[in-house]
């Protein structure tokens, strides 16, 4: 299937991995891009040379176009940005702000850029900034989430645009890919799907928690910060719901939350960890390998929309 994204990137199918902080390392980056889509590596907190060995690796793992995600909230952002120019890396996406002062070094050197937007004003500015796409993400994802749900967000993003959209929240099979496509985007990006990859590196607990999961699974941690954060429902956030309601401050519910993805991810800690993941979480039945997942959205999507 052609879009303007699959043409933009270079890749053969319009589907884009979401750049998951711990989750999206470069072996999972390289199975998606290998299986046609676009994978991403999530650069999150890590420091700038850990990405680039991870851009490195990656690079010696697959011939095709991959990217970075850069987590804006982390002050080592501008360096990072930097890294991906020297590396010559393709495309960045960026979340969780806003990416205008970096743009322009990016469009210098000749890589794509394409933020993640939770809003039709922030899109429009992201335009005007340069961007080559955005991603519109709905609150039905996991992690850092906006206000709006994907079934709203993406037509009011493709509406105030003319670059094209990539739609994601609440999208893991041919279905919710068909939905988008008829909201206007051009591709869309997966997150919580490809956290139950084979190639995921995520520790298994963590995937059986998303495979396990039920439609109403998840909770948002972290309105009354300002960082909502949606994660699977456990011992962590219930009690940092509870301490929430009980007015506690910003300080006190750091201490629950500091380290928690990586004890997820990395320790299958399922009880203390943060197991950021989104509502779809109740649709994803098994582990699956990039390939699999990829072939079977796109077969079942290209018969949902007749092509
Ligand atoms: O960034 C994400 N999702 C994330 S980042 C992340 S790492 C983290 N870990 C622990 C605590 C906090 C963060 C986990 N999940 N998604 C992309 C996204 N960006 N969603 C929403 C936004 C967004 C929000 C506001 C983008 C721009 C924006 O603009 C505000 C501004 O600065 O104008």
Known sequence: METRITQLL????????????WVAEYHLAAAVSNAGGLGIIGAASAPPQVVREQIREAKKLTD?????????MNPNAPEV????????????????????RLIPIWKEA???????????????????AGADAVVAEGNESGGHIGELTTMTLVPQ????????????GGIADGRGFAAAFMLGAEAVQMGTRFVAAVESIVHPNYKERIIKAKDIDSEVTGRSTGHPIRVLRNQMSREYLKMEKEGAG?????VLTLGSLRKAVMDGD?????????????????????????????EHAEKLLKL
């Open 270 to 298: 399922v009880k203390g960890g943060s197991l950021m993941a989104g509502q779809i979480a109740g649709l994803v039945k098994q582990e699956n390998t990039c390939a699999e997942i990829i072939d079977e959205i796109m």
């Open 110 to 128: 000749g890589v794509k850029v394409i933020p993640v937007v939770a809003s039709a004003a922030m899109a429009r500015m992201m335009e005007r």
């Open 250 to 254: 910003l300080e006190e519910l750091e």
């Open 157 to 168: 993003v493709v509406d105030a645009v003319h670059i094209p959209v990539i739609a994601a």
């Open 64 to 72: 095709r176009p991959f990217g970075v995600n850069v987590m804006l």
């Open 10 to 21: 270079g890749i053969e199918h319009p589907i884009i991995q979401g750049g998951m902080a």
């Open 81 to 100: 940005a930097q890294v991906v120019v020297e590396e010559g890396v393709p495309v960045v996406t960026t979340g969780a702000g806003n990416p205008g």
